[in-house]
């Protein structure tokens, strides 16, 4: 007498991943998860406005729930592995439906963060790889101190070329996060069109703000408004 294997919560999992709407609906969640930290992110870099003291109280805020904090990465480091994997799958996806390329390809519907998607994701990972060696591991200059989190900012950013790298990651960031956040509501089926216009212009001024608070930290440093 032949076994009949009976569905488990894993089988459903991976059913659901391999369809195009359990990829769409990983790629949205795990955005939003990673949306979440960068407007932590955010309002954690911009006390650096406020000195030295309220800074470094921060971080070492953080570090006293090792812990927590450890999780927290480990969680943000699934969300961007699930989110690139999704994103890769879901290209090749659209790739293999449509092998031959239009002859003529017409843009005019399509944002240039849109059509930017794909190879400034990449772009920002390689900011993000680095961002951690530098600040996180301290492993790019040997004038960082741990715990000095806000004389380890100025000295980074008082480099030309590493502010410049910032800015135009985030500037990149910002383009992918306005498509992101637009596409998030679409792929989940929450978008309704008689709001798309207006979710679509929020998207964009989200982008946008977290794009400029980002980039007037290094600016600021370069400006000697933050300075040792």
Not at 26 to 34: K, N
Not at 53 to 80: I, M, N
Not at 124 to 151: K, M, N
Request: net charge positive; charged share 10%; hydrophobic share 50%.
């Amino acid at each position: 007498m032949s076994s009949i294997a009976l569905p488990t919560p894993l089988s459903h999992a991976y059913r659901f991943w391999q369809t195009t709407v359990g990829k769409k609906a990983i790629m949205a969640t795990t955005g939003v998860v990673l949306f979440g930290f960068v407007l932590g992110h955010l309002v954690g870099n911009l006390q650096a406005f406020e000195g030295r003291a309220k800074l470094d109280a921060y971080g070492a805020l953080l570090r006293s729930f090792p812990l927590e904090l450890y999780a927290v990465r480990l969680v943000l480091l699934l969300c961007v592995t699930l989110h690139i994997v999704t994103t890769v799958q879901l290209a090749l996806l659209k790739s293999r439906a449509r092998p031959v390329g239009y002859v003529k390809k017409n843009n005019a519907a399509a944002s240039y963060a849109s059509r930017t998607m794909y190879w400034s994701g990449p772009i920002v990972l390689a900011f993000i790889i680095y961002h951690l060696a530098q600040f996180t591991f301290l492993y790019t200059d040997p004038r960082y101190v741990e715990g000095r989190i806000y004389d380890n900012l100025v000295l980074g950013f008082q480099n030309y070329w590493i502010s410049g790298f910032y800015i135009v990651s985030m500037i990149l960031l910002g383009m992918h996060l306005s498509h992101g956040i637009w596409s998030m509501f679409q792929s989940v089926g929450i978008l309704s069109p008689a709001y798309a216009p207006l979710m679509k212009r929020t998207a964009q001024v989200l982008a946008i703000v977290i794009t400029v608070g980002f980039i007037s930290i290094p600016v600021a440093v370069l400006a000697g408004v933050i300075h040792l």
